[in-house]
């Protein structure tokens, strides 16, 4: 007998890029932990995080972005955009810029500052910097996208911090930002 899928748990599965955590409820994905140091770390800390304590069984949709995952990880170019999302109690600006996160493609990348003009909140680079790390879905809300302006780095709070980041865009082969007006938030 197989077992049957949960409305809500964490399972934990291994890339290319290292072990990765995922937790779920029946509105879609509530945590992913980038990869610590081996599995039992990987899973300790999304268990810090308020995932669900039990292992469970992904429904289809999280089985999906599992797949999705690993493929990225293994280089393949993947749009995350359609996978669901459960953010919780995600203030507005945090929904906001989530959202808009969620358009940038493959590759593309979006300065601090220009994720704050692209939701109303221009010169508010500090304040989307601060909810970058409190981003609970990181590579499928791809905060590793948003970059400092002059296409510096900036910061990255999720293990081995900014050399994840330069890890994943590079996995990407990410464009630096377009010039004002133009590119991935241009209307």
């Not at 296409?151 to 377009?178: I, N, Q, W």
Request: charged share 25%; with cysteine.
């Amino acid at each position: 007998m197989s077992a049957k899928p949960t409305d809500k748990g964490h399972a934990v599965f291994e890339t290319a890029l290292g072990w990765i955590g995922i937790a779920w409820s029946a509105r879609g994905i509530t945590r992913l932990q980038l990869p610590e140091r081996d599995r039992d770390a990987t899973r300790a800390r999304l268990l810090s995080r308020g995932a669900p304590a039990e292992p469970g069984e992904p429904p289809a949709p999280v089985q999906a972005a599992i797949d999705a995952l690993t493929r990225y990880a293994a280089g393949e170019r993947v749009d995350f955009a359609g996978v669901a999302v459960d953010l919780g109690e995600a203030d507005d600006l945090r929904q906001a810029l989530y959202a808009r996160m969620r358009l940038l493609g493959y590759g593309e990348t979006v300065t601090y500052g220009g994720l704050a003009e692209a939701v109303g909140r221009p010169g508010m680079a500090r304040e989307v910097g601060e909810a970058m790390g409190r981003n609970p879905v990181p590579i499928i809300v791809p905060c590793h996208r948003v970059v400092a302006a002059g296409g510096r780095m900036g910061g990255f709070s999720a293990p081995g911090g900014v050399f994840t980041k330069r890890r994943l865009l590079d996995l990407e082969r990410a464009r630096p930002p377009s010039p004002p007006g133009q590119g991935a938030f241009a209307f």
